[in-house]
Structure formats: C-alpha cells, structure tokens
C-alpha cells in the first residue's frame, strides 16, 4: 500500500555522514601526528599539521553547507532533523580538535630541540586513553550506538583526574629546574590540550544520545 | 437551508459566557465509521481541546476525513456510513439520532478544501444563512457581517465592494470569506478540510496566519496534508493510520521525537 519515498535525501544524508567521518579521521590523524612531533621533537611534521589545519576547517565549512542546505530544502523533522542538527553541532567538535592538533604541534615548536626535562611517559598514556576516547566517539556515532557512547563519555573523569595529576607533578619540577620553565609550561599546556579532546569526545557522544533518543544528557555527571 | 428553520429537538448546549468548564470542547470514544461493510475509523478515542488546533494527519484513505465530517454529522449524506460510539460535545453524543444536525452545524462549522462561496454578492455570502436563522434587521446584520470579515482577517480587503460577486474575490480571499461565513453562525468549533491545499503560498500564508488567531475564540480541528502545515499552527497533531488513531500527541512532540516509529516515517516523509 506505501511506498519509500525519500531516497535522494537519504541518499545525501549517507554523503554528509561520509563527510563527518572523513574529517574525524582527518582530525584524529592531526592529533596522533601532532603527538609524534611532540615526543620526536620532529619540527617538521609540527609545522605540517600547523598548515594542514584549513583541510579540517574546510570539511567543517562543507558539512555545515551541505547541512544547512538539506534543512532549507527538505523540511527535515524528527529524527533526520536531529541528524542534521547533530551534524553541524559534532562537526563543530571536530574542528576543535583538529585546532588542539595544531595547539599541540605548537606547543612541540615552542620546545623546539631542547633536551625534555624528563621521559614523556605519563602524557602520552593519557593521549592514548583521549584518543580512545576520540575512537569511541566517532565509533558510536557512525554506528548509533548509545551503550559505546555512554562507555566512551565515562572514561572522562578518568583523563580529567590524569591532567590533574599530571600539572601538578610538572609544576614541581620548576623550582629544580629553572632553565626548563618554558617548556614545563608547555608540557602543562598539552595536558590541557588532551584534557579538551577528551572533553569534546564527551560531547559528541553526547550529540549520538541526543540523536537516538531526541533527549539531552549530561554525561559528565 | 430550510432546515435551519426547523426547532430544534435537542438543544446543543451554547455556553452562556463562552466559557466551558471542561478544558475538551469535544471526546471521542470508540469511534468506529462504516462505508456500509467497510470500516474506515476502527474504534478511536481522543480529546479535542478548546481553544486549541488540533491536527489530523495521515495518508489517504486513513480515515482522518471521514473522522472530521463525522463531528458534524456530514457523514449522513453518504449513503450506507453509519457510526458507532460517542463524540461528546458538552456531555451531548453528537451521534445520537435526537440530535437536531442543522442546529449542530451551526456550532460545528465547517469549512472545505475547495473555496466555495454562493455566487451571491459578498454581503450576501455572509448573511444568508443568518436570515434563514431568522435575523432580518439590516443594521444587525451589517454588524454581523463586518464582525465576521475583521474576524476572518478580510473586511479591509472587501470593506469597500460588499456588493461585489464573491466569484470576484482571489481565491485566497473566496476561502477567508467561506470561514467568514461559518464564523457569522457563531460556531464553538470550526472544522477545517484541507483549507489551503487549493491556494497560493501567500494566500496559503494568510490562512494559516488566520487560523492561529481565531483560536482565541473557536476550537478548531483540521486535516492537512501539509505537515510543515500541521506543525506550524497546530497545538496537538492526531496521526491516523489505516483507520486507526496511531499517536496523538502535543505537536512539538509529534515533530521533534513522536514515540511510535509509524509516525516518525509518515511525518519525515518516509511513506504515504
């Protein structure tokens, strides 16, 4: 008796999807490079990342076109305008964390060649566990998933815990080692950094709740 | 339009000050509307509020039409529709066979997709009905007739050329004074069939600007086909489906997250 109508907009929501999950992958690469440059001290990829940035703001500018074109022309409802709400909130997200790429890959430059007052250890398992959270995130969101966005969001009180830690300890090390105090502040920089993907992780998993089920959720509380 | 001469039988009750003390103008209970063996409305239940919009949505052949003209008896033209059930308006089954259906017409108005004003000058599309009712005095009737142009957004358009033939009005214009038409009689609630589906956005626009506003003084319900339509004026959307009431709801709810999956494909479009 009924026929499915809509194809060509569903058809347009399955590009602009594509287009979100290209620049998270866009962004998540900038943020493991940028750790690269960091640990290696390798300037070069720093500075890459630092002029690789517009790619990731221009997929930002094409989705929020594309998304505001499909509210304007198609009279999305319900769901589909969640969608699309969604989709201009979470890319948002995403180009913030394509900027902390660029942040972090600043942050290797202002530290430059000088020898690192102690081993990077505890900074890069804290990225491991953002970029996870990245993961999660962007997992949940491709593939709808609540459960995963709800686990991803847990795991930020764990990194929140991790940056306070972290300051402090480095903080410490000033008073021994004042020739240092540039790139301490620095360091205490990138856990600031890493601190705020996870926090825009938590969003966008927020973004997938709110899809689902039309509510909205604090997941950090 | 003799018939509106006839006494009434049964009086429809008209509240004195124009307040009920109900919130719902109108209750439905386990409606069911046979076409002879054919059910088209299968046992729905609903509340209409007063002074509100409700919506009635669905794909052809759903029922929601056949609901509509159920509220004001226009079914009993239709060879072979019976219904079973209640609609309550004011504690009155609308379906009783006592009820007087010329005197309940005049407080369930209705209005229709297609304009059809009487080829009759403007004032006259206004007042006839009133003189069948027994009003006669001119200046009343002027009164009324100017009352119910402001109230249907239309006296300043027309005010000057009253005596004009309404085929003469744009069709935007025919619709407003058909509603104008069905407001003189003082109606409590006011059916709308697809009001704007034969108008021009404008037109369309002003209708719909129309129908808002009259809320303040009728309950109206309307069936649409245009869902950025029912979202738009509507307080509460009913959804049918296959001659069953699938979800009713607040609008905002029916358009930004309706509770039954049925709904959410019909009103993003999905099928119908």
Redesign the interface.
Known sequence: MFMNTRSNFDQSLKELKSLQLKMADEAQTAIKNAMRALLNQDLGLAKKIIDGDNVIDDLEYEIHEKALMLIARQSPVAKDLRRLHVALSASSEVERLGDIAVNIAKSAVHIGNEKHVKELIDIPNMMEMALEMVTESITSFYSEDIELAKKCAAKDDQVDQMFGNLVKELLTYIPQNPDFTNQIIQLAFVCRYIERIADHSTNIAENVVYLETGKRYNLND | MTAVKEKRTVDVPVPSDGEFQSENILTVKNLEIYYGEKRAVNGISMDIEKNSVTALIG?SGCGKSTFLRSINRMNDLIPGARAAGEILYEDLNILSENINVTALRKEIGMVFQKPNPFPKSIYDNITHALKFAGIRKKSMLDEMVEESLRKAALWDEVKDRLDRSALSLSGGQQQRLCIARTIAMKPTVILLDEPSSALDPISNAKVEDLIVDLKKDYSIVIVTHN??QA?RISDKTAFFLSGDLVEYDKTEKI????SVTKT?EY??????
């Open positions: 794909p869902m950025q979202s358009f930004t997250n309706p959410e009103i993003s479009g999905r099928f119908g």
